[in-house]
T-cell receptor
Framework: EAQVTQNPRYLITVTGKKLTVTCSQN?????MSWYRQDPGLGLRQIYY???????DKGDVPEGYKVSRKEKRNFPLILESPSPNQTSLYFC?????????????FGQGTRLTVV | AQKVTQAQTEISVVEKEDVTLDCVYE???????LFWYKQPPSGELVFLIR??????QNEISGRYSWNFQKSTSSFNFTITASQVVDSAVYFC????????????????FGKGTKLSVKP
C-alpha cells in the first residue's frame, strides 16, 4: 500500500530535549516536505527536499533541521524544542509536478513541548 | 506574492443543505496548481482534487463540485445535499510551477474552513 508513515503519532517532551520525528515513504517520490499546522494559521511549510542530499528552507524553518540521506526517509529534528513548537506536524511526499500526482500526507504527529 | 485566502472560518449547515466553500488565490505564475484537502476530526489530510491553471473546466464528483474561475482567481468547492460525514476542516492550497523547481509538493495553504453539518 502506498503511504507516508510518520512516527511517533503523539509525543510529549520537555523544553530543550532533542527529538526526531521520522517520515518514510514507499512510493519512490523525489519530493518530500514537512508542514506544521496551528489553529487559525493553516499549514505552513518548514523544510522541503527535492531529492537525496538536497534540502531547503520553507516558510517557518527556525528551530528545525532535516536531512535526506536516503530517498525514502526525511526526518525532522528539533535540537532544542521550545513550547512554541507545540503543533501538529505533517510529512508529505510527491513526484514532481509534471507527473500529475498529488502530494501524499502522513497521518500527522501531535507534539507537545512543556 | 503567493497567497490563498479562505474567508470563511467556520460554516454550520443542517444536513441536506448545499454549501459552498470559498477559495481565492494570488499568484504571479501563469502555470500553477490548485488543490482541496479535507481534514476530518481524526486529523489526517485527505486529497480531494487537483486542478491545473490551464484547465478551467469545472468538475463534479458525486456530491462534490468545484468551480475554477481564473478571471476572479477563485476555486470554490460546493457540497450538494451535505451529510454529517462531511463535517471537517477543508483546506484550499496552491502550488506554483516556478517555485523550487516546479514540484507540486510545495503547497501554500489557506487557513481552512471548518464545516459542521448538523443532523
Amino acid at each position: 500500500e502506498a503511504q507516508v508513515t510518520q512516527n511517533p503519532r503523539y509525543l510529549i517532551t520537555v523544553t530543550g530535549k532533542k527529538l526526531t520525528v521520522t517520515c518514510s515513504q514507499n512510493m519512490n517520490h523525489e519530493y518530500m516536505s514537512w508542514y506544521r499546522q496551528d489553529p487559525g494559521l493553516g499549514l505552513r511549510q518548514i523544510y522541503y527536499s527535492m531529492n537525496v542530499e538536497v534540502t531547503d528552507k520553507g516558510d517557518v524553518p527556525e528551530g528545525y533541521k532535516v536531512s535526506r540521506k536516503e530517498k525514502r526517509n526525511f526526518p525532522l529534528i528539533l535540537e532544542s524544542p521550545s513550547p512554541n513548537q507545540t503543533s501538529l506536524y505533517f510529512c508529505a511526499s510527491s513526484f514532481k509536478i509534471s507527473q500529475q500526482q498529488e502530494a501524499f500526507f502522513g497521518q500527522g504527529t501531535r507534539l507537545t513541548v512543556v | 506574492a503567493q497567497k490563498v485566502t479562505q474567508a470563511q472560518t467556520e460554516i454550520s449547515v443542517v444536513e441536506k443543505e448545499d454549501v459552498t466553500l470559498d477559495c481565492v488565490y494570488e499568484t504571479r505564475d501563469t502555470t500553477y496548481y490548485l488543490f482541496w484537502y479535507k481534514q476530518p476530526p481524526s486529523g489526517e489530510l485527505v486529497f480531494l482534487i487537483r486542478r491545473n491553471s490551464f484547465d478551467e473546466q469545472n468538475e463534479i464528483s458525486g456530491r462534490y463540485s468545484w468551480n475554477f474561475q481564473k478571471s476572479t482567481s477563485s476555486f470554490n468547492f460546493t457540497i450538494t445535499a451535505s451529510q454529517v460525514v462531511d463535517s471537517a476542516v477543508y483546506f484550499c492550497a496552491l502550488s506554483e510551477a516556478s517555485r523550487d523547481g516546479g514540484s507540486q509538493g510545495n503547497l501554500i495553504f489557506g487557513k481552512g474552513t471548518k464545516l459542521s453539518v448538523k443532523p
